[in-house]
Every structure is written in C-alpha cells, then in structure tokens.
C-alpha cells in the first residue's frame, strides 16, 4: 500500500474584484458569493458566482472565485478548468500567477486522489503539478510560496517512484513463484503418474523384488519435492516487503499442499500405494489452487502455448528483417511504466538545474529536500 509523506500545499483563497467595472447586480451577486465563501458555504458561493458569470462571463475575477469554491468542494478537475478561464481571460499578472499556482495545487490534489489507484497516472498529475508553479514562478520570480511547492511535489514524486520501484519488484517475485509452483505442479503430477503405475503392478501381483524398492524410490522423491515445497512457502515473500492477500491465500495452499505430501510419503514408506496416491492428488489440488491465487497473470504460460507464441515471434521477426529498415523504428522502446518513470526523474532533474538559478529564498526559511534517486 503506498504511504506517502505528509505535509501541506495550500489553495489561494478568494480575490476582490474591483466591483465598480461592473453593474450593480453583478457586485452583488459577487459579494453574496464572497461572503457565503467565507462562511464556509461553498454551494450558496458556487451559484452566486455562477449567476455573476452570466452577466459578466468575460471576468478573470468571478471565474477564480468560483474555481476556489469548487476547490473546497474538492471538485478539482471542475475547479481547474475555473483557473484555467481564469488565467487566459485575465491581463493582470498577479491574477494570472495565482491562477497557475492554484492550478498546480488542483493537479496535485488529483495526484493524491489516484495515488492508491493509478501511481502512473498519479506520476503524471504531479509533473504536471510542478509545470504549473514553474509558470506561476516565470510570471512572478519572488513568489517563494510556489518555489517551495515544488519542492514538496518532487518528495511525493520520489515516494511514487520509490513505490513503482516496489510494486515491479514485488510482481517480479510472485511470478518467479508462479513459475515454480507451476514446476513443483508438473513434479507432483510425475510422481502421481509413477505411482498408478505402481499400484498396476501391485493389483497385478507382481511380487518382484523390485516392486518395494521402486515405491521407496518414489517415497524418496515424494519427499524431495516436499522439502521444495517448503522451502518455497518460507521464501514466499522477499525480506522486507509485505506479504500481499494473493500471496498470503497461494501459501496457505501451499503448506497445506506440503502436509499432503508428507502423508504421501508416509504411506509409501508403508508400500500403502493406493492410499499415497490420495494424498498426492490432494496435494496437487492444493498446488493448483495456490498457483490461482496468484492471479491469472502471474501465471506462467503453458510449454505448448509458449511454443505457439515462439514460432509466431520467429514469424513476426522474418517479416521485419524482409522489410526495409527504419532508424527511428529500430530504437528499442521502453515499456510505458519505465518510460513514465524515467519521464519524472528527468522533471526532477531539470527543477533542480532550475533551483540553481533561482535565489529567491530567505535565509532559514527553507530547507532542501534530500536527492537520493
């Protein structure tokens, strides 16, 4: 579960108009919306200001306004495109600059809304997040408030990365044990299959000598791939990480899958070869279902079907070579989730080659955030 760091990107609240440029109903219908803002009644001000908009639709002011009382109504994609009007209508710097700023607390506010959903998307809403107050600060280079906004950004940045970073490992480690429980599957049913062959010998009373030594071989190897089964339920979970509801429910199938085993053993070591055979099909019933709790795509995909797929690559890679070649297609693409990480650590890099050039902090009022990635 992603945890990410705490602290606090405030909005821009309310700005006053200067009322006289408009009529008497529209100041108003704006100063109704003022002060029901101010209330902390956030519906009264939205229609307050959405009537003053239809008399005066061309108005930086009113749309601000109305993008703050969308924001607190934590509406932030509505609220955004109110800033966005906002900051193309006016010719007033300082309104424009409060307008990208609020902008850039919006995108991150969607960031923080999709952070336990979509972290990619969550990735891109912060880097957009920190154009915005890059712009905020182009307009108005000593506006500190969105200089240090930035630098909070780019901590949640790290933390989503840092969580990507967990998330890839963590399903390269489940479907490395999908693929040896798929193994360990393809075993047990090798040892089931020996021991029906057994147990045809047996109904068929052949009593050659060597009947007991094969169903003790078999008992051998029963338990060889018991202790395999064991050690692949201890090391479920890398150290360090948490241990997911799939995984958890794929090793309890596990280990109730190593019990049958060790029943299986027991009775070959008693040449009980029908009642070994049970707990071998139990056991495979339970490996089976541990490999379903992993999901479907953790699954590793069948010998036949992973032939299918390699003669068709085969195909598909004949087919390019006999076409002409293009530089721009022979680059090797990346796959979307590094491309997008590899995306934000280059805005993270560039705001710091930015950082540089801005001396616009007071001595003590600021502290650098620490750059490990």
């Not at 932030?76 to 409060?98: H, N, P």
């Not at 489940?174 to 193994?183: L, M, N, S, Y």
Request: net charge neutral; charged share 30%; proline share 2%.
């Amino acid at each position: 579960m992603f945890k990410p760091i705490s602290f606090v990107i405030m909005i821009i609240g309310i700005l006053l108009m200067p009322l006289q440029a408009y009529a008497n109903s529209t100041q108003k219908l704006v100063k109704k919306g003022n002060t029901a803002y101010l209330n902390g009644k956030y519906d009264e001000a939205l229609d307050a200001y959405e009537a003053a908009a239809v008399h005066a639709p061309e108005s930086s002011y009113i749309y601000f306004n109305k993008g703050t009382a969308l924001y607190q109504k934590q509406e932030y994609t509505r609220s955004a495109e109110a800033f966005k009007q906002a900051a193309i209508k006016t010719k007033d710097i300082k309104l424009e600059t409060y307008s990208k700023f609020n902008l850039g607390v919006c995108s991150f506010r969607e960031a923080e809304r999709l952070k336990n959903s979509d972290l990619n998307k969550a990735l891109e809403a912060c880097s957009q997040s920190i154009r915005y107050f890059q712009d905020a600060l182009e307009l108005s280079p000593e506006f500190k408030e969105a200089a240090e906004n930035i630098e909070m950004v780019r901590m949640a940045m790290k933390s989503i990365l840092d969580e990507i970073k967990r998330q890839k490992k963590q399903q390269k480690a489940t479907k490395d044990a999908a693929e040896r429980i798929q193994d360990i599957i393809q075993k047990q049913q090798e040892l089931f299959d020996r021991n029906k062959t057994l147990a045809d010998e047996e109904h068929q009373k052949d009593n050659s000598k060597n009947l007991h030594e094969k169903v003790q071989d078999l008992a051998k190897g029963q338990k060889d791939l018991q202790q395999e089964t064991r050690m692949l339920s201890q090391n479920m979970i890398p150290q360090g990480q948490d241990m997911s509801e799939s995984v958890q429910k794929a090793k309890e199938h596990l280990d109730k899958s190593i019990g049958q085993q060790g029943a299986a053993v027991e009775k070959l070591g008693q040449d009980q070869i029908d009642q070994a055979s049970i707990h071998q099909e139990k056991s495979l019933e339970e490996l089976e279902n541990a490999l379903a709790s992993l999901g479907n795509e953790a699954n590793p995909q069948s010998q036949l079907q992973k032939q299918k797929d390699d003669k068709q690559q085969q195909k598909n890679e004949a087919s390019v070579e006999n076409q002409p070649r293009n530089s721009k297609d022979s680059k090797k693409k990346k796959a979307p989730m590094d491309q997008l990480a590899e995306d934000a650590r280059s805005i993270l890099d560039q705001e710091k080659e930015n950082k540089k050039r801005r001396n616009i902090y007071s001595t003590g009022g600021y502290h650098e955030v620490d750059k490990d990635w």
